[in-house]
């Protein structure tokens, strides 16, 4: 598990043109975005905030050089950028957000575990002035909220209930890649929601697949 990460609150990383998990290439995105885009300097910064409030969701920000940042102002979350991507028209990207709380919370609080889906518009990316763009009101595509006391129990690490095993796919006739056992954690870094079905992609000692969300330990209420 890569502590450092979200310990610091500060994910930064490099990319590809289409974002693919452990494919980080640094420069396509970045140059299709300065080029295109006509970006001046070396670092487009974006706010996404809730609506009709200042707080903020996350930041992010893309420099010249290829390096993506997700980020929040203040301590207590635990941030995976799920996927980005860019074209002629527009960035998007979705991204995990969770509350694990912050050194001065109190026992009793619950984790929060988000996905948030932005878009933010090429005109939108042309026509600022600011040094950083802010979209506000960026959509809510998923909300779970765990039992009390589970950001003093767990914090950042996540467990299955039982032996589990991890699919290739969020899919249960997808083959089946290793097994989990209920005293090992393991990275969340996405939410797929089926017809019928919510999955977990988790990532655990370098390897990545999907676990349903009932098999996620504690009792987590969508």
């Known amino acids: 598990m890569n502590k450092k990460s979200f310990l610091s609150i500060l994910f930064c990383f490099s990319v590809s043109f289409v974002f693919a998990l452990g494919n980080y290439q640094n420069k396509e995105i970045s140059d299709f975005l300065y080029t295109k885009y006509n970006i001046k300097g070396d670092k487009f ?105 589970s950001v003093a129990k767990n914090g950042m690490k996540f467990f299955v209930n039982e032996p589990t095993f991890v699919r290739y796919d969020s899919n249960l006739f997808s083959r089946q890649l290793f097994e989990l056992n209920p005293e090992s954690y393991f990275d969340i870094i996405d939410v797929v929601q089926t017809e019928n079905k919510i999955w977990l992609k988790i990532s655990f000692s370098g390897k990545e697949g999907f676990i349903p969300f009932t098999a996620l330990a504690d009792k987590w209420t969508v």
């Open 45 to 149: 910064r974006v706010s996404f905030k809730e609506s009709n409030y200042n707080s903020q969701i996350a930041g992010l920000t893309i420099e010249r050089d290829g390096t993506i940042c997700l980020y929040v102002g203040t301590s207590g979350y635990y941030l995976y950028l799920s996927s980005i991507s860019i074209d002629e028209y527009e960035l998007n990207l979705s991204f995990i957000e969770i509350w694990i709380g912050a050194e001065e919370g109190v026992s009793s609080e619950k984790r929060v575990m988000y996905k948030y889906k932005a878009r933010v518009l090429r005109n939108e990316i042309e026509n600022n002035e600011s040094w950083m763009l802010r979209i506000y009101d960026i959509p809510e595509l998923f909300k779970a909220i765990d039992v009390y006391g």
